[in-house]
């Protein structure tokens, strides 16, 4: 290649790298907008239609005080009845039968229209946020994920990504999109200030097909954690709201205006649950897809660097609450805890390790 080629293409991959920076903040402008208009789902949608929640567990509390049957109590005298003993209504942890809430735009047309804006806006920032990771791929020619900065945006993309995914599956997740938004910000601010890290080629260990391999499906894994963490931290809260109208207790209105807008806690446990259990095979198969590349690279499948100690420590987790969850008693939130402490190990093992502490992974940067 003559030097007047190759300055042109250093040219072109700075072009490039400058295209992806103007294309993830054009993705967080878009996503501001999409955090605004969920804002508004939630605060325009009608509520009229709340306490679905207590209204349920009121007629099923009478329906089970009317079917227990009277206690008799015989004496020398005659026959004494006493009252029906007190009844209450819950069933296993996270099973009470209540419906689901209506979501965030209430049941009605304008907070219903707010969302479809909403979700309109988080599709076009997601193609947007994709354009700036493929741009950036592109800058590089590699894969875009080789720094911390590269992580971040592609993770976020790919969350945004599981999310509209399972809209597309019709599945009732939109109450997930304030939450999503918020996030997805946070995490693009702290990519560009923070984690920004300029276009660069990576180091020799790096220069592997299991860079594709490994690194994605973790991006992934990660993604979806996030989903089923943002499942079981909500649940948490709707089981709280629950159990305080089981015990008679009177939550604030407002309170009531956003759990009675969720799925009923049994619905969002098990969307949890199902969300976790089906990405956790994959997670194990990013650890043993590690160990190999970690032999080809440095000559042994594991030597407890901090990042494999992490992973590890977060496969456990899930694994104990995989298990925690098919053994009796630990159903419900004990379970839940467990889930959020596994997430919490992926969190840490993502940006604590990569920041605080030194390893064969270091090599990644910020």
């Not at 304030?178 to 601010?189: E, H, I, M, P, R």
Request: hydrophobic fraction near 50%.
């Amino acid at each position: 290649m003559t030097p007047a080629a190759t300055e042109l293409a250093t040219a072109t991959n700075e072009h490039l790298a400058h295209i992806s920076n103007t294309l993830i903040y054009s993705s967080m402008a878009v996503y501001t907008l999409a955090f605004f208009a969920y804002i508004a789902e939630w605060l325009f949608g009608s509520r009229s239609k709340v306490a679905r929640t207590a209204a349920a567990l009121t007629a099923k509390e009478g329906a089970a005080r009317a079917a227990a049957p009277a206690v008799a109590v015989r004496s020398a005298g005659g026959t004494a009845v006493l009252e029906r003993p007190e009844v209450v209504v819950r069933s296993a942890s996270g099973s009470r039968d209540v419906p689901d809430g209506p979501g965030a735009h209430g049941g009605d047309q304008q907070g219903d229209l707010y969302g479809r804006v909403a979700v309109s806006l988080t599709v076009l920032a997601f193609l947007v946020e994709l354009g700036g990771v493929v741009a950036r791929a592109a800058s590089v020619q590699r894969a875009p994920w080789g720094n911390m900065y590269e992580f971040n945006i592609t993770f976020s993309t790919v969350a945004v990504g599981v999310y509209l995914a399972l809209l597309a599956l019709k599945k009732n997740v939109r109450w997930m999109g304030l939450f999503l938004a918020t996030t997805v910000l946070l995490d693009l601010g702290l990519a560009v200030t923070v984690l920004y890290t300029a276009s660069d080629q990576l180091v020799p260990a790096l220069h592997s097909y299991w860079l594709y391999i490994h690194v994605s499906t973790a991006i992934l894994c990660g993604a979806i954690f996030y989903v089923g963490a943002v499942g079981t931290l909500l649940y948490l809260f709707k089981d709280s709201y629950e159990n305080k109208l089981v015990n008679g207790g009177k939550p604030g209105t407002f309170a009531t205006s956003v759990m009675e807008r969720l799925p009923a806690s049994a619905t969002l446990d098990k969307f949890a649950y199902r969300i976790n259990a089906a990405v956790f095979p994959l997670w194990t198969f990013t650890i043993i897809a590690g160990a190999i590349w970690a032999e080809s690279a440095w000559g042994r499948y594991w030597g407890w660097d901090p990042k494999e100690t992490w992973a590890f420590i977060t496969w456990v987790a899930y694994a104990g609450y995989l298990h925690a969850r098919s053994t009796a008693g630990w159903k419900g939130r004990k379970a839940a805890y467990i889930a959020l402490i596994a997430f919490a190990c992926f969190l840490f093992n993502y940006y604590g390790i990569n920041i605080f502490v030194s390893g064969k992974h270091s090599y990644a940067g910020v």
